[in-house]
């Protein structure tokens, strides 16, 4: 309860210090007619109809604050929110940030989050116009993503996918994400200011007290893979202009936020088919990770099939139709019988902890 | 730290069951052509340009929630932004509702949190086209409300006031949200979920243990306007649709949502001017709340000049321009000297703590 509206409460953070700040890095640009600092902005719109999604992080929730950096977080934010307008097949063009934090936060972490927000949102075309600064227990970032369709161009929705159709990603390599959470979760990762990842020596597992596991020096070539997927899963700059540009030839299209198996089940329900992963093609995505998934205990398959926060365009085409930036990991089939599973691996059911947690 | 993305976080919460109340709540529309669902929502603009806020509520910074009651959270949540988009003269057109709470919070919260939302949103026009659902330790409401303004409507600015304007503001009633405000402060107020209040009697300040202060019984008068003040405090009601209709004709415009005093003082710094307000004018808001001042112990002219969340159109116009719905509380002067206060009462400087606080 504040006798102010939330402006008001974040003075106890030197409110007009912090925006100024802040406002250096929001641009300003031909099509913003108000920025910040007024009721609301206001933006010109180069299309007729009005994408729009919202997303929320909480830290200890969404991020832990030790695993990860301010600039990450602001990175992190921005991609979820464009992802979901670029998986509409619409160009993102503007965003508003409320941003809550505990009394005492450093002005410097306002500033990152946001350079991180709006430099990833600038390689995409896409402003950040406005926000909210105010007070709450955690740091805690929500995220509205605006984009525009034009006369004439369609939203590609989840429901297009029909038989025959393949499946694809917009993405080179799958599972880094979770493979960088599970370095997160392993307790060996630590995250300074900067982004700069330190891996402590262990084998697996929480951190190992010193005299109760032997610990393994690390591999230089480990230690730079996990740093990798730890920055990868903090920040991960999946291809989102796929969405707005190739994907637009797109049957369905959503982007990975969950996992192949459940995003792809999504896709499945939404459209009335069946989807089958080929195994074959996702080899390459797996192997990439053996040396990490070793190291951390894990089985790569769970990552590649499981994990989600990828955020890269997964979308089915019309076959022979894949476009340039997508490759094809699996075929769209027939959904016969209302108990068929809805994602397939190679034809066959898919088992597994992963499928079950998420299903 | 998920596994899964928020809405995966918040299964917990039995999501599937609860989005689908939810749902019950947000009707279709001709403009929606793709609403809760997908990756974001599709909605048609009836303009060249978008005019974009985001605000956020926190339980125990922005409300408390033995004072409100769920519909009152989800109804303010949306006047504070509706209020932003309308003070920029835009019509409103979308919300979308980012809603994080602690696990096990009953779907009836969310139902009754969206109806506050989504009825008082549709009254301008409006419609909840889409959200979020996660986790957070107390309950988080971000909403970003979108409006447009078609070729050839201009924006009304806090920028535009010219001496010799009038201030006006565009409600009937002015002090009654921070009397509400002061009455839920007073520990005397008890909030039902249904949005019955119950005030205990008693001289003032905090809940008087029964043998240490005389309590006089509570007149059935003071009793219902305290009633009023605190829903009005809890779900203010001002006539937003002034600020797309009648305001359009306003110099200046904003939103009281931290009192005449300091948004006066706001449109005066951002229009180069001093703004003098008129004792007279707001002798009839002073007197209405009179009563329940004495009751606690207040000075109502502290609330009518300082107390915020009101919402109501502030604007300015040119003399003798002043439309249906707005009434005249002040006059722009030059403002000489760069020392000279903003902001004057009848010619004089405004002192009280009230000024000091919000100063």
């Known amino acids: 309860m504040t006798k102010q509206r939330r402006p008001?409460?974040?003075?106890?953070?030197?409110?007009?210090?912090?925006l100024?700040?802040?406002?250096?890095?929001?641009p300003g640009g031909d099509r913003v007619e108000v920025g910040p600092g007024d009721d609301a902005a206001v933006v010109d719109l180069p299309g007729t109809r009005l994408v729009i999604t919202t997303d929320t992080m909480v830290e200890g929730f969404d991020f832990l604050a030790h695993t990860t950096c301010p600039r990450w977080i602001g990175h992190k934010?921005?991609?979820?929110?464009l992802a979901d307008v670029a998986a509409m097949s619409a160009r993102p063009i503007a965003?508003?940030?409320?941003?809550?934090?505990p009394a005492g936060t450093p002005a410097d972490w306002f500033e990152q989050v946001t350079e991180g927000l709006t430099?990833?949102?600038g390689e995409d075309g896409a402003q950040l116009v406005g926000g909210d600064l105010g007070r709450a227990d955690r740091p805690t970032l929500t995220i509205t993503a605006v984009g525009v369709l034009r006369e004439g161009e369609r939203a590609v929705l989840r429901s297009g996918a029909r038989p025959g159709d393949v499946l694809a990603i917009g993405s080179p390599a799958l599972g880094r994400s979770a493979a960088g959470l599970a370095a997160v979760l392993s307790g060996r990762v630590q995250v300074k200011g900067d982004g700069t990842v330190v891996i402590a020596p262990g084998k697996g597992g929480n951190p190992a007290p010193p005299s109760h596991h032997a610990t393994t020096p690390l591999d230089p070539a480990l230690n730079t893979q996990l740093e990798g997927l730890v920055?990868?899963?903090?920040?991960?700059?999946?291809?989102?202009?796929?969405?707005w540009t190739s994907g637009r030839a797109a049957t369905a299209m959503m982007d990975l936020s969950d996992g192949l198996v459940r995003d792809g089940g999504r896709i499945a329900v939404a459209s009335?088919?069946?989807v089958d992963l080929h195994a074959t093609a996702?080899?390459?995505?797996v192997d990439a990770l053996a040396v990490s998934a070793s190291a951390l205990d894990a089985d790569p398959w769970d990552w590649v099939l499981h994990g989600g926060e990828e955020h890269a365009m997964l979308a089915t085409f019309a076959p022979g139709a894949v476009p340039q930036g997508f490759r094809v990991i699996g075929v769209i089939r027939e959904h016969v019988g209302q108990s068929a599973p809805r994602v397939l691996l190679d034809g066959e059911p898919i088992s597994g902890e992963g499928f079950d947690h998420f299903g």
């Open 231 to 243: 920055a990868w899963h903090n920040a991960p700059d999946p291809d989102l202009s796929l969405g």
């Open 119 to 121: 430099r990833r949102a």
């Open 272 to 274: 009335g088919v069946q």
């Open 282 to 285: 996702l080899g390459g995505d």
């Open 95 to 101: 965003l508003v940030a409320a941003v809550s934090t």
């Open 77 to 81: 934010a921005a991609v979820q929110n």
């Open 20 to 26: 100024a700040r802040l406002l250096t890095h929001v």
């Open 8 to 18: 008001g409460a974040s003075k106890h953070l030197g409110e007009a210090g912090i």
